[in-house]
Structure formats: structure tokens, C-alpha cells
């Protein structure tokens, strides 16, 4: 489980140079990079609990006006700290404007949903195949066929330096690349899914993982 609703969402985590638990503090602002937390979230998509969003690619709304916060963690931080509504906004479902098919059209959700969350409904991830939804599918398709991933045993495996490779069960083997270059996959494996296109010649990009 990589996000919950007490906890900053996972892409908008990524996307920073420090990755752990944020919570936003008033007026701060901080260099941020949107696709390069998607990578990195495609590349790590939790495990077998979902908190609802995760699989529609959804970041942390962190431009919620300070007169409709609504976690306690804003009156009682005295307005330092903005607190958890930013992972507590509702989905977005179908349409190109708010609430997104949450509620009947023209209906107004206890917390505001960005205009561009357009591109982030439901509707929108199950018609683009290269989305974050069609990867969590693609996933849980594996997990049902695939009986070593419900196995026990996990056993790390020598990797090059700055990637991370593990078998699950007897024979499924997962590497993950923190580094800012390709390296190539394990010889003579059939692969199964990736979190993104590989590169020429097989290799796996940075923040990704096979």
C-alpha cells in the first residue's frame, strides 16, 4: 500500500526529490515534476490494496482554497499546516467538467476536483490503453494467473548497482531501475508486463520497472 487517505498521494510524492510523507505547509510552493512522479508511480503501483484514485493516476490537490479546508489539522495547526483534504477529493468518473459525474450535473462536492482532472476520469483511463488504469488491469490479470505471485517466498537477486531484482515464488522475477540509465533485463525471460515501452534493444528506461 503506497497511498491512504491520511497520506500525501504517492504520484504527488514522487514527483519531489524527497519522497517521504509530505504534508503541505501554507503558501509553500516547491519544484515539482508531474511526469516524472506517474513514472516512477506506474513503476511501483502498490500492492494488493488499492486506496481509491491510485489506479486513475490521481495527484494531490494541493490548490484547495483555505476557506473549504475541512481536516482539523488545519484549525488546529493554526493555519500552518493544510493537512489531508488534498488526497480526500472526490473521483472523478465521466465528463469534462466538475463534479466529473460524482453527483448530478451542476452539483457542488465537499471539496473542490480540478478543472484537468478531465483527463483523469475513470471514463477517460479505460479508453486510453497506455493509462495507469489499464496497467493496474493488466496487473491484477497477472496476479489471477499467475499462481508463484501468491506465493510466500521472495528471494532478492543480484542486480547492478542502483536497480533492484527479486523472484516471487519460483521463476517470476521483477526488476525495478532507480537509475538515470537503462540497464538490460535477465537473459532468456519471457516478459510479461512493464510500466512503460522498454527502449531499443530491450533495455529498461529509468524509474521504471519489468
Known amino acids: 500500500m503506497l497511498?491512504?487517505?491520511?497520506?500525501?498521494?504517492?504520484?504527488?510524492?514522487?514527483?519531489?526529490?524527497?519522497?517521504?510523507?509530505?504534508?503541505?505547509?501554507r503558501g509553500q510552493s516547491r519544484p515539482c515534476d508531474r511526469d516524472l512522479g506517474?513514472?516512477?508511480?506506474?513503476?511501483?503501483?502498490?500492492?494488493?490494496?488499492?486506496?481509491?484514485?491510485?489506479?486513475?493516476?490521481?495527484?494531490?490537490?494541493?490548490?484547495?482554497?483555505?476557506e473549504l479546508l475541512q481536516d482539523p489539522t488545519w484549525e488546529r495547526s493554526g493555519h500552518t499546516l493544510r493537512g489531508r483534504d488534498g488526497c480526500r477529493v472526490?473521483?472523478?468518473?465521466?465528463?469534462?467538467?466538475p463534479p466529473f459525474g460524482f453527483g448530478p450535473l451542476g452539483s457542488t462536492p465537499w471539496l473542490p476536483q480540478p478543472d484537468d482532472w478531465k483527463t483523469y476520469t475513470a471514463e477517460a483511463n479505460q479508453?486510453?490503453?497506455?493509462?495507469?488504469?489499464?496497467?493496474?488491469?493488466?496487473?491484477?490479470?497477472?496476479?489471477?494467473?499467475?499462481?508463484?505471485?501468491?506465493?510466500?517466498?521472495?528471494?532478492?537477486?543480484?542486480?547492478?548497482?542502483?536497480?533492484?531484482?527479486?523472484?516471487?515464488?519460483?521463476?517470476?522475477l521483477c526488476e525495478i531501475n532507480l537509475l538515470d540509465r537503462p540497464p538490460p533485463l535477465p537473459n532468456s525471460c519471457w516478459l510479461l508486463l512493464t510500466s512503460g515501452p522498454l527502449?531499443?534493444?530491450?533495455?529498461?528506461?529509468?524509474?521504471?520497472?519489468a
Do not use: C
Open 90 to 97: 472526490p473521483l472523478p468518473w465521466t465528463g469534462d467538467t
Open 127 to 172: 479508453a486510453d490503453p497506455a493509462s495507469m488504469f489499464q496497467l493496474y488491469r493488466a496487473a491484477l490479470h497477472l496476479r489471477k494467473d499467475h499462481a508463484e505471485l501468491n506465493s510466500e517466498e521472495l528471494h532478492w537477486l543480484d542486480s547492478p548497482d542502483g536497480t533492484r531484482l527479486f523472484e516471487h515464488g519460483k521463476g517470476l
Open 3 to 25: 497511498s491512504n487517505h491520511d497520506e500525501t498521494r504517492h504520484i504527488t510524492r514522487y514527483e519531489l526529490a524527497h519522497t517521504g510523507v509530505t504534508t503541505p505547509m
Open 38 to 66: 506517474t513514472r516512477r508511480a506506474r513503476a511501483l503501483p502498490g500492492g494488493a490494496h488499492i486506496y481509491q484514485g491510485e489506479e486513475l493516476s490521481l495527484y494531490e490537490v494541493e490548490s484547495i482554497p483555505e
Open 199 to 209: 527502449e531499443a534493444g530491450g533495455l529498461l528506461p529509468p524509474d521504471s520497472a
